[in-house]
């Protein structure tokens, strides 16, 4: 899999994210509409691994910056929830480097979950792929025995950092009921 990993690692966002316009008014009067695919910044708050990752496993992750709708925050930095480790491989052989697709899937908003998508984290580890093939045709040129060198040869593993920020989008338009009055 040559770049399994499309994710905006975007670490230096404003401090809050304005959401995009949207035309459909919330339910009540006083609630808060969030859009879907509005943007969200994220940390990850767990090491991550395609060594010691497996396909299913769940990490928490947290909410960077707030989410800001019409310049109040609906949503305070902070606020917690899950990603999901999709597809995990470790690294192999003839080069092939590890492999790590991650997935946010929601935010725990009061007693409702925020679910998220739009999270491509699967970041790769560097190949050695065409050192083994320069390797394999150079020792085969020199000396045939010693062409399976390049079998011995591993890939580099896919880590993803504790505190890691990543980029995702609400997957679905979300309301907020409005706070009591004081």
Known sequence: MGTALACSLNAATALA????????APACDRCTLIPALTPVTLEVLAPLGSKTSKSGDTFPIRLAEAIVIDGAEAVPAGTT?????????????SGAAGELVLAARYLEVGDKRLRLRSMHLSPNGKSKIDTVNTLSVATAAVAPALSVIGFLI???????????????????????AAAPAR
Do not use: D, N
Not at 17 to 24: G, K
């Open 17 to 24: 994210q304005e959401a995009p316009a949207t035309a459909v």
């Open 81 to 93: 929830g899950m990603g999901e480790v999709v597809h995990a491989k470790a690294s192999g052989g």
């Open 154 to 176: 591993r890939g580099a593993q896919t880590t993803v950092p504790q505190g890691t920020i990543v980029e995702a989008k609400t997957a679905e338009a979300f309301t907020l």
